[in-house]
């Protein structure tokens, strides 16, 4: 039977080499002049292929919909596609939080390992080509329209991605074509996406990266939705870095509610010991203006910030500061503020929450309950998950069993 996949993204890859593998002939039709252009840029470009965690821990790390994939991933896991890379040539290796990368530290060989393949598997790739819709007759998958041209199908595997990243080529076109064959879409938001701030003074901190810090996001009421150790950076609009995207997949009402943020500069140190540190510095340069006396704590970018929030006049002695002064400051180290506006825009994010509702799909077949012949695979579909290699997982499991299932009478 003639299967087309739409996207030859990481989702639609794998699909066609499933489907291939059980006799179908199979067409990928990818609108970039190459495939995978996204997943090249994944992980800052080396590619977090997946994650090792088990089951529960995958499934602890999925965002919206855990329960869809709960059949898809059990026949496809993180083992199944390290090995279906390691098999194609690619060694990998598991990181800090069980990352898992190419060895190479290269995307590129991801690419190369997934590309070869597809092509050992005789599908027919055709680059530089868009597919404008998909077409139905009789109540079921027809074809394909390219340009002018109408293209014949008995089933067709959607894998255009999100909307997120749109110059990789997911521009949304999926929704519009799924939209079209009756099926409703949980409106597209970005989801690990960096923040705006309120606070100016970001940017004069824009490119400084805290390491070993706390950070932690109180919604309005005052109650914290998310705190983390790890990494995190101000650029010029607010802050990014890997602690601020996995927040921000916590942070679901951003249109409604406003959110708070505090850092803790220093969590190595319970306020006690932070205490005596601040005392001890003080006392080292005691004879000094306070402006002089943070060196040994903060970052030099970081001390006129700290100053000017700290409310303690710059050239005040430090011998002349009071212990609530030194507490105002202890305050800023333990708990440093910074007040969210907005999110930044749905292209920058990684993922794109929301998209086909799984309601409408059989997480057994990935096949669409509302237009028999038509497929789901990747993040067309609204499943989203955590940093840490989870999104590419759920592009993995949901592209094998639609791969493996599309025009099978029986796949459980
Ligand atoms: C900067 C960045 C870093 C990331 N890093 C990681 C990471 O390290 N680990 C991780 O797990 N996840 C990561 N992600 C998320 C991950 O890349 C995605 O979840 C994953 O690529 C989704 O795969 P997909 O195949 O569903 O969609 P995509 O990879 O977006 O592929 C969709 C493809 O469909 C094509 N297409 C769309 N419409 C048409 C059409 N009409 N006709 C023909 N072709 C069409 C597009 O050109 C595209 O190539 C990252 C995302 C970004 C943006």
Same mark, same amino acid.
């Given at each position: 039977m003639r299967v087309a996949v739409i996207g030859g993204g990481a989702a639609g890859q794998l699909a066609a080499i499933k489907a291939a593998e059980n006799g179908h002939r199979v067409t990928i039709f990818e609108q970039n002049e190459k495939l995978g252009k996204k997943l090249f840029i994944t992980g800052k470009g080396r590619c977090n292929v997946t994650n090792a965690a088990d089951r529960e821990g995958f499934f602890r790390h999925v965002v919206r919909n855990p329960r869809f994939l709960y059949s898809a991933y059990a026949h496809f896991d993180s083992a199944a596609i390290m090995q279906l890379i390691e098999t194609a040539g690619v060694p990998l290796k598991i990181e800090r939080g069980q990352r898992v990368f190419p060895v190479s530290d290269h995307s590129s060989d991801i690419l190369k390992a997934l590309e070869k393949t597809v092509r050992s598997r005789g599908v027919d790739v055709r680059l530089n080509t868009r597919v404008s819709e998909i077409l139905t007759n009789g109540g079921r998958i027809s074809g394909v329209r390219v340009g002018e041209t109408v293209e014949p199908f008995e089933a067709v595997i959607l894998a255009t991605g999100g909307i997120s990243y749109p110059s990789t080529g997911s521009t949304g076109d999926g929704y519009r074509f799924a939209q079209a064959l009756g099926h409703t879409i949980v409106p597209p938001k970005g989801s690990l996406v960096p923040f705006e701030t309120e606070e100016t003074w970001c940017e004069s901190l824009s490119g400084l990266t805290l390491k070993n810090v706390t950070l932690t996001v109180y919604n309005i009421k005052g109650k914290e939705v998310y705190s983390e150790l790890g990494e995190m950076l101000f650029t010029h609009f607010g802050v990014s870095g890997p602690l601020v995207l996995s927040a921000s997949a916590h942070m679901r009402h951003m249109d409604s509610r406003k959110y708070r943020l505090e850092i803790d !500069? $220093? =969590?190595? !140190?319970d306020e006690k010991k932070l205490d005596a540190r601040l005392l001890r510095d003080f006392e080292k340069y005691a004879n000094r203006e306070f402006k002089n006396a943070l060196v040994d704590l903060a970052g030099q970018s970081m001390i006129p910030v700290l100053i000017d929030l700290s409310g303690? =006049?710059?050239?005040? $002695?430090v011998h002349d500061i009071t212990r609530e002064q030194r507490m105002r400051l202890l305050r800023l180290f333990k708990a440093f503020p910074v007040s969210v506006s907005g999110k930044r825009p749905i292209d920058e994010a990684i993922v794109t929450a929301g998209g086909v509702n799984p309601k409408e799909v059989n997480p057994r077949t990935m096949e669409s309950k509302l237009m028999p012949g038509l497929y789901f695979a990747g993040e067309v579909l609204d499943l989203d998950a955590y940093t840490g290699g989870f999104n590419l997982q759920i592009a993995w499991s949901t592209a094998h069993t639609a791969g493996q299932a599309v025009l099978k009478e029986e796949y459980q």
């Open positions: !500069l $220093k =969590p190595g !140190l303690i =006049p710059e050239d005040t $002695k």
